[in-house]
């Protein structure tokens, strides 16, 4: 059973908009959420994360947004560029309060492809 | 070689064959992990290593047999493995353990293929 879910498995955006990826998650235990990001033939490259005790995080064009009542977070990256195209992974974390702080939970991922 | 290097980077064996996936990081990291990631599945954490020793066993089979000599490198060894365990296996070091504001680096993955 899945505890992190990427419903989309691809999005398309044109360069210079904004895209947006989503990840919704069951565990009401999780309190640390990480972005992946992968390039084929690549390992994930850590890209931004988030503690519960936040609703926003950013770090240039990326942000991310959670929403513990929903059980949702979502990645927006503006503007949008073609280098931007990868695999994104959600990834969380029960923290001190659940399985082990090292412990991520991924999604399965989304394929971000921006079209120039 | 800068980060975290994992080789053969891609790998063929029959199921009755024995190998080893090996994984070097170059960060000066404590802590190694072994991770699997099958056809679309997420990626699945199988073992944890801290300063050498195991930490983390997620219910692995045994025909997967981790090995951690020292803090820089990581081994995964493979003996009669099943058609279903091909997979792209990734290892990732980072400073510690705690997730929190201490991000896992990954290597590149071997695409392992079991015939």
């Known amino acids: 059973d899945q505890q992190v879910k990427q419903n989309s498995p691809s999005l398309s955006v044109q360069e210079g908009r904004i895209s947006i990826l989503n990840c919704d998650y069951t565990n009401s235990m999780f309190d640390y959420f990480l972005w992946y990001k992968k390039y084929p033939a690549e390992g994930p490259t850590f890209l931004i994360s988030?503690?519960?005790?936040?609703d926003k995080n950013e770090d240039g064009r990326f942000t991310v947004f959670l929403n513990k009542s929903a059980k949702h977070l979502s990645l927006h990256i503006v503007p949008s560029q073609p280098g931007d195209s990868a695999v994104y992974f959600c990834?969380?974390?029960?923290?001190?309060?659940?399985?082990?702080?090292?412990?991520?939970?991924f999604g399965k991922g989304t394929k971000l492809s921006v079209i120039p | 070689e800068t980060g975290v290097t994992q080789t053969p980077r891609h790998l063929v064996m029959g199921m009755t064959n024995k190998k080893s996936l090996k994984c070097e990081q170059h960060?000066?990291?404590?802590?190694m992990y072994w991770y699997k990631q099958s056809a679309k599945k997420p990626l699945e954490l199988m073992f944890v290593y801290n300063f050498k020793e195991q930490t983390e066993n997620n219910s692995v089979p045994s025909r997967f047999s981790p090995e951690c000599p020292n803090s820089s490198h990581l081994f995964l060894h493979l003996h009669t493995l099943q058609p279903e365990d091909s997979a792209l296996y990734l290892c990732?070091?980072?400073?510690?353990?705690?997730?929190?504001?201490?991000?896992?680096?990954f290597g590149p993955g071997t695409r392992l293929t079991v015939l």
């Open positions: 990732a070091s980072s400073t510690g353990t705690s997730v929190f504001y201490n991000e896992q680096f």
């Open positions: 988030i503690s519960s005790i936040k």
């Open positions: 990834a969380a974390s029960a923290g001190d309060s659940g399985a082990g702080s090292y412990q991520l939970t």
């Open positions: 960060l000066g990291h404590n802590a």
